[in-house]
């Protein structure tokens, strides 16, 4: 309580200031740079003797003042060096605030000095350390205080590089592939993670599941295991996680497959282990016994399921007992799914899953130069690979494909099928003969149909026999192992195995129908014929049966005997005039006489009759049929003339329909639905002139469901400076239909618009996701600041309850601004 350190510091010339609990805004200030002086501040958190009414003495003012300090040591853990001195660390609010802080790199921020015997207390108690919490614990004798006059002195002293034994030289990474960044959920004991469910990343990245970011597994992860399904991209994300690595830590990559050695003391294994690796930094330094004792590495463990299952369990028995003996370094291990992950102790490594959503393939697709949309133009097929193409092993080979214009080479989605089955099994034949592999295979998946079945047991995969070439490699539990490293099966519960997806699985049924052939014991099995006036293909069988239809026209016609319809959706779009017109009339006379939509946005668009339609009439020349469709639009039937409007639109054919025409859809019909197509019909054939219509009926409209897909429409035919008004209408009315709107203009609005939106969506919304205050903090980092702006985030930071470094920077520099926000906020 009394003022020691200020009269000191006014002896020496120092000025020097006394602050209190109520002061500590005016420390955080000084701390976060926001006042810039050479005033030393001593902070009295129990009160001083000068101002009796701020001391603290009754278990209330105890607790007050735990919560105003737990709020200001982050700051000041961030911004400045703290000597700690005194404390035997049982305050829990100093633990927790230790726990929950992480240094940036190896090198100590901060240091603690204390007795020998408080220092044995604090290591057991709080295993404190430079490398986990950047203090520095300093020891000595007990009451010896002079020893603080040394430490004092030691501390204004630049360190001593440490001295390396260099008996390793590591060579230096070879540069990936592009890297985008992925989503990684946090797993627990009461949330294990389904690998590969893509629901896991639709949580995460809406912010309903915890989830990291790779700067953040990169700065501060310990002990970290990540686990993904084969393709989703994990030896590029601990790629990545090196080029994120702290200054003061060298990254090191080891592929465990290449470890032999398992037996012996840790530092004997970590040498082995690192002679195989691959320095993550462009300039790799030699390095050896002294280096590993004294500096810091981030150890980046690929493939513990690639090791053979004979060795899995000694290889992470070994990487626990080298993690236990160097706790200065980091370890990260990349794995599919296997029993021996549960030899890494929950309590010391934390469980990451690796689960790429719908953020991540936009992200890839923009950073490739494309977009799905440009995807599905290049190829429409790729409609019924959306599913398969959501692991990045898949899409990274179609963009590859797209990029080399082989997409626009293939004749229909069974040639990138073909190509992605093919690319599968090349990743997957590394020392296995490629064909050998592919029959084998597919002898199984026409077994796993047949049998109506999506995964098979070991001993049922042991009896398919192996083709010589591979049988001489290894049983079929080897192979199986081996190939569980691979894109193509996965191990879906304790000796049950299934293809990665179910269409690399069709794929393969379709080329074993096209070598069988379309024999009487075979269309009995997939077209079975009931009675004479019954008989039809088989749901299960219609997406291998329709790949094959489409590509030999025996089995088009053999099928067509028994399923007219199915036989004209496998019509190819390369077929002639004749057939294609044939298959057309067919599809649309079905649909129109059962009076049931064409497009099903849940189905296969492979097996879908309007996208069937569709890649007909794009190959041109059916101008008869196409007045079929036109008269479509004068049924009595809203199912038909919803039908004839979605075809016109997804074709693209713009000369059947005239804007006054589908202005009457729009602003008379008397059917929701079809008032809803004419919209987005409008939109795809870029009918700017009914812009201003939509957005009318779109204010005007009481169903949300309309107000949805005229929001879309008008997204896609607004110009930015339309758009960003209709957004700030729509958000008192309408959040997600403003956040529709809001799509069409991405990043290019200028950071002070973007904030007017914000702004705008505070107003009427106080539960944002997490990717709305993700997008405040950025902003408020990237933005110009004025009193205006300030006046603006400081009502979004309020009603949104946001706090930020950068948020009260900003704020701080502009108070008159702020304290107007502020205002606002607290009146709304």
């Known amino acids: 309580y009394d003022l020691l350190i200020e009269e000191a510091a006014e002896q020496q010339g120092i000025a020097v200031k006394s602050l209190t609990l109520d002061e500590l805004p005016e420390a955080t200030d000084a701390v976060s740079g926001a006042v810039a002086d050479d005033v030393l501040r001593v902070i009295h958190v129990h009160g001083n003797v000068i101002n009796p009414e701020s001391i603290v003495l009754t278990p209330a003012s105890y607790r007050q003042a735990r919560e105003r300090v737990k709020l200001f040591l982050p700051h000041l853990y961030k911004n400045r060096t703290i000597c ?49 919490h950047g203090v520095l614990v300093e020891e000595f004798a007990a009451g010896e205080w002079h020893s603080l006059d040394d430490l004092a002195a030691v501390l204004a002293l630049p360190g001593e590089p440490p001295s390396t034994d260099t008996v390793i030289a590591l060579t230096s990474a070879r540069r990936d592939e592009m890297y985008v960044d992925s989503v990684l959920v946090v797993v627990t004991d009461q949330t294990e993670p389904d690998l590969g469910d893509f629901a896991d990343a639709l949580l995460a990245e809406a912010g309903l599941r915890s989830r990291l970011t790779e700067t953040q597994v990169a700065e501060f992860g310990r002990r970290t295991v990540i686990v993904g399904a084969p393709g989703s991209g994990k030896s590029l994300l601990l790629r990545r996680l090196g080029e994120l690595a702290p200054a003061a830590e060298s990254p090191v990559l080891i592929r465990l497959r290449t470890v032999e050695q398992t037996v012996g003391d840790p530092i004997d294994l970590l040498e082995q282990w690192v002679s195989l690796g691959e320095s993550l930094r462009e300039d790799p330094q030699p390095i050896g016994q002294d280096a590993l004792d004294s500096e810091r590495f981030h150890f980046l463990l690929d493939g513990l399921d690639e090791c053979s299952p004979a060795v899995q369990e000694r290889v992470a028995q070994a990487i626990v007992r080298v993690a236990d003996a160097y706790p200065q370094h980091r370890f990260t291990i990349a794995s599919r799914q296997v029993s021996v992950l549960e030899l890494f102790p929950t309590e010391d490594w934390q469980r990451l899953s690796l689960q790429p959503g719908p953020e991540w393939s936009e992200r890839f697709l923009s950073a490739r130069g494309t977009s799905w949309p440009a995807l599905l133009e290049a190829h429409p097929g790729l409609g019924d690979l959306r599913d398969l193409l959501r692991l990045p092993f898949f899409l990274r080979r179609v963009v590859e494909m797209a990029e080399a214009g082989a997409l626009a080479e293939f004749q229909g989605v069974w040639d990138v099928v073909d190509r992605i089955v093919t690319d599968a099994i090349s990743a997957a034949a590394n020392e296995l003969p490629a064909e050998a592999l592919r029959e084998w295979l597919r002898t199984i998946a026409l077994a796993m149909q047949v049998a109506g079945r999506t995964s098979i047991t070991l001993q049922e995969l042991e ?213 809803r197509y004419a919209a987005i019909t409008a939109a795809r054939l870029g009918r700017t002139a009914l812009y201003d219509l939509i957005t009318q009926r779109l204010l005007q409209t009481t169903e949300e469901v309309e107000r949805q897909d005229l929001a879309h429409a008008a997204r896609d035919l607004g110009t930015k400076q339309q758009l960003f008004d209709l957004a700030l209408d729509m958000n008192p009315r309408d959040r997600l239909a403003a956040l529709i709107v809001e799509q069409g203009l991405a990043s290019t609005l200028p950071p002070k618009d973007r904030l007017r939106l914000l702004r705008s969506q505070a107003e009427h919304d106080t539960t944002p996701l997490t990717s709305d205050r993700e997008r405040f903090n950025a902003l408020v980092r990237e933005i110009e600041a004025d009193d205006e702006t300030a006046t603006a985030v400081a009502y979004v930071a309020l009603a949104w309850t946001i706090r930020d470094d950068s948020l009260d920077a900003l704020l701080a520099a502009y108070p008159r601004g702020a304290a107007v926000g502020l205002k606002q906020a607290v009146e709304d």
């Open 84 to 132: 700690f001195l005194g404390t035997a660390l049982d305050e829990i609010y100093l633990l927790e605030l230790l726990a929950s802080l992480r240094p940036i790199s190896a090198v100590a921020s901060h240091v603690l000095a204390t007795d020998h015997e408080n220092a044995k207390a604090i290591a057991t108690r709080a295993s404190v350390s430079q490398y986990t």
């Open 463 to 675: 009896s398919v026999p192996l083709p010589e070439s591979l049988a001489r490699i290894g049983t079929a539990p080897e192979i199986v192992e081996r190939l569980l490293a691979t894109p193509l099966l996965v191990s879906h519960a304790r000796d049950q195995f299934a293809f990665v997806h179910r269409l690399l699985a069709e794929g393969l049924v379709a080329e074993a129908l096209l070598r069988l052939g379309p024999s009487e014991q075979l269309l009995t099995v997939v077209a079975p014929t009931v009675s004479d006036a019954i008989s039809g293909l088989r749901l299960d069988w219609a997406v291998p049966v329709t790949l094959a239809a489409a590509q030999d026209e025996r089995w088009r016609t053999a099928v067509g005997g028994r399923d007219s319809l199915a036989a004209a959706k496998a019509t190819p779009s390369t077929g002639s005039e004749d057939a294609r017109a044939q298959a057309a009339a067919e599809i649309w006379n079905t649909y129109a006489e059962w009076e049931l939509w064409l497009f099903n946005p849940e189905g296969y668009d492979l097996l879908e009759p309007g996208e069937t339609l569709v890649r007909l009439l794009r190959s041109g020349g059916l101008t008869e049929f196409e007045q079929s469709v036109v008269a479509g639009l004068d049924s009595s039937s809203p199912f038909i003339r919803v039908n004839a409007l979605q075809v016109i639109g997804r074709a693209e054919l713009n000369d059947l329909v005239s804007d006054a025409r589908l202005a009457s859809f729009i602003e008379r019909d008397d059917n929701t639905v079809v008032r």
